[in-house]
């Protein structure tokens, strides 16, 4: 089956780093979307990795290593308003989105 | 419009009634997608469309159908509604022709069914 993993909560500091996994195995590979997700919001994009390495968007930054199928990302000078859930998807063999459940994370001053 | 719109917010239920969500979206993305969140699981993609005229099934698609009549328009009916049925549902939209294709999201239906 398909499957991507995160941890379900996080805590971190305002001001500092904080890093979020996500491991998967799918049924094919075609791309790692990264997206944020206020209470009782939608989810926006953040980020998008198909190739190996990071890549960094301002205070956001996304890493892919597709032979471990592992991605994390990054979050520096963290702001209250970073506190959402953080979403995980790959784009599988069919090129649809398999989600995982989210990563919640809190920011404490 | 700018984007992906959802209708109704919010609606109440009672079980066996047939009900009918809105998306419409004004970027004409060729694919849109229904999708499901639930507390603790990932979206489940429910039902999409790659083109106008085109329909494909989700991961969850039992209980649901949807119609492509036109690029803009997407809705999602649920014919005889259950319990098991309440959630947050959200229409997405993409332009899947080239790119990132990532999706653009509404700001989503919460069902509840009685």
């Known amino acids: 089956g398909q499957n991507i993993d995160q941890p379900t909560e996080m805590t971190a500091t305002e001001g500092a780093i904080v890093q979020i996994n996500c491991t998967y195995q799918t049924s094919g590979f075609n791309g790692l979307f990264w997206y944020q997700q206020h209470a009782g919001e939608a989810p926006t994009f953040l980020s998008y990795n198909v190739l190996d390495g990071l890549e960094e968007k301002g205070r956001f930054s996304s890493f892919l290593s597709r032979s471990k199928g592992y991605s994390y990302l990054l979050l520096k000078e963290l702001q209250m308003k970073d506190s959402a859930s953080y979403l995980c998807?790959?784009?599988?063999?069919?090129?649809?989105?398999?989600w995982g459940a989210g990563t919640k994370l809190i920011i404490k001053p | 419009i700018a984007g992906i719109t959802q209708a109704p917010t919010s609606q109440i239920l009672a079980a066996g009634r047939r009900m009918t969500l809105r998306c419409t979206q004004d970027m004409r993305h060729n694919a849109m997608y229904w999708y499901r969140q639930d507390l603790g699981l990932g979206l489940r993609l429910i039902h999409y469309?790659?083109?106008?005229?085109?329909?494909g099934k989700g991961e969850v698609p039992d209980g649901y159908s949807v119609s492509r009549a036109n690029t803009d328009d997407f809705p999602l009916t649920l014919a005889s509604a259950v319990p098991s049925q309440t959630s947050v549902y959200f229409c997405a939209s993409s332009d899947s022709r080239g790119g990132v294709n990532e999706q653009f999201f509404g700001p989503g239906t919460r069902l509840t069914v009685l």
């Open positions: 469309s790659n083109t106008a005229g085109t329909t």
């Open positions: 998807a790959v784009k599988d063999s069919n090129y649809q989105l398999i």
